[in-house]
């Protein structure tokens, strides 16, 4: 990260952390200061070292550098994670539906994937939940509260169009081990014919911006990337939690380096497209299990997700028929 962000986050921890100031002992000998204690937890995070891999470069042992990590992720959790960790609003959700259309995909909120990191001390009796395994994006699934909001009405309503049909339950591109849900439109994995084919690759070109994602705060974080040594399976969720804030903090820091080309086919126009969040949905109605039930109903409908299907090919064919002609 750059160093303005990095003593950013120093200041803030000093002052708000009282583990991270530095402190005199009996002897009013000064103990490690907030930069060493933020240094040493953030190589450990970044390199995925050992906690005495630190000793000799900060001073401080391997237990001074665990109480760092702990602390380090529970302040960056506390202390960001309302900013840099929470739901798209109503204008996140606008600009993402914008963006999701002008790829083809009227509706679309964006990708979802899993990234496994394995738990090389798990539990026996635990194994078979939190080891690698085929089904591992269906047992996260099964624990995600990705469609909480939506069940509890808390969810803004989204309307769009596909094909000249209307539709009101926004989805994600996924691949094919996902469920056939109306909340899920995977690619066709052998197609037959030109439309099936155009639109194979639209979908799968897309969707490649969660995988890049992953390979990015691993490639940042190296502690994701390896083993995860912990027994306690509470703070190795805490610490992937903080990896995901701090890696949006340093995007959010470094996007003018990273935009290196027009983004202005990307800025919301207004009135542009079919997809709109219905500001006129209200999100207070008191849910009862009859409509908890029914929603549920609702996302999980294979009928629906195979008439969105069909539409989304209909739709990339026409919008983009051009360009695999001149391919």
């Known amino acids: 990260m750059n160093k303005s962000l990095f003593m950013r986050i120093v200041d803030c921890l000093s002052n708000e952390v009282q583990f991270f100031r530095q402190k005199q002992d009996v002897t009013r000998r000064l103990g490690l200061s907030a930069l060493q204690k933020f240094t040493s937890?953030?190589?450990?995070?970044?390199?995925?070292s050992a906690l005495d891999a630190v000793d000799e470069y900060l001073r401080g042992g391997a237990t001074t550098a665990r109480l760092c990590v702990e602390n380090?992720?529970?302040?960056?959790?506390?202390?960001?994670?309302?900013?840099?960790?929470?739901?798209?609003?109503p204008a996140d959700l606008q600009r993402l539906l914008h963006i999701g259309e002008l790829h083809g995909f009227p509706g679309m909120k964006g990708s979802i994937d899993c990234m496994?990191?394995?738990?090389?001390?798990?539990?026996?009796?635990?194994?078979?939940?939190?080891?690698?395994?085929?089904l591992n994006d269906i047992n996260g699934l099964d624990r995600s509260p990705v469609f909480d909001d939506i069940i509890n009405g808390r969810a803004p309503q989204v309307n769009f169009l596909v094909n000249g049909r209307e539709y009101h339950l926004a989805y994600y591109?996924?691949?094919?081990?996902?469920?056939?849900?109306?909340?899920?439109?995977?690619?066709?994995?052998?197609p037959q014919g030109p439309k099936a084919v155009l639109y194979a690759q639209r979908q799968e070109?897309?969707?490649?911006?969660?995988?890049?994602?992953?390979?990015?705060?691993?490639?940042?974080?190296?502690?994701?990337?390896?083993?995860?040594?912990?027994?306690?399976?509470?703070?190795?969720g805490k610490i992937r939690r903080a990896c995901v804030i701090l890696q949006n903090m340093i995007v959010e820091d470094e996007i003018d380096e990273y935009t290196q080309y027009d983004i202005s086919?990307?800025?919301?126009?207004?009135?542009?497209?079919?997809?709109?969040?219905?500001?006129?949905?209200?999100?207070?109605?008191p849910t009862n299990t009859a409509n908890q039930m029914g929603v549920r109903t609702r996302i999980r409908d294979r009928q629906?997700?195979?008439?969105?299907?069909g539409d989304l090919v209909e739709h990339i064919w026409r919008k983009f028929e051009s360009d695999q002609d001149n391919n």
Do not use: M
Not at 119 to 133: E, I
Not at 267 to 284: A, K, M, P
């Open 116 to 134: 496994h990191w394995e738990w090389k001390n798990c539990l026996t009796a635990w194994k078979g939940q939190y080891s690698r395994g085929t």
């Open 205 to 236: 070109a897309v969707r490649k911006d969660v995988e890049r994602a992953f390979r990015v705060l691993q490639a940042r974080f190296a502690i994701v990337k390896n083993s995860a040594f912990s027994w306690d399976k509470v703070k190795i």
């Open 72 to 89: 380090f992720v529970e302040a960056i959790i506390n202390l960001f994670g309302d900013e840099y960790r929470r739901r798209p609003t």
């Open 41 to 48: 937890a953030i190589r450990v995070l970044a390199y995925g």
């Open 265 to 285: 086919d990307f800025q919301q126009v207004e009135g542009s497209g079919s997809s709109h969040v219905d500001l006129t949905y209200s999100i207070d109605i």
């Open 173 to 190: 591109l996924t691949n094919g081990i996902y469920p056939k849900w109306a909340t899920f439109i995977q690619s066709i994995p052998i």
């Open 304 to 309: 629906a997700h195979q008439q969105l299907k």
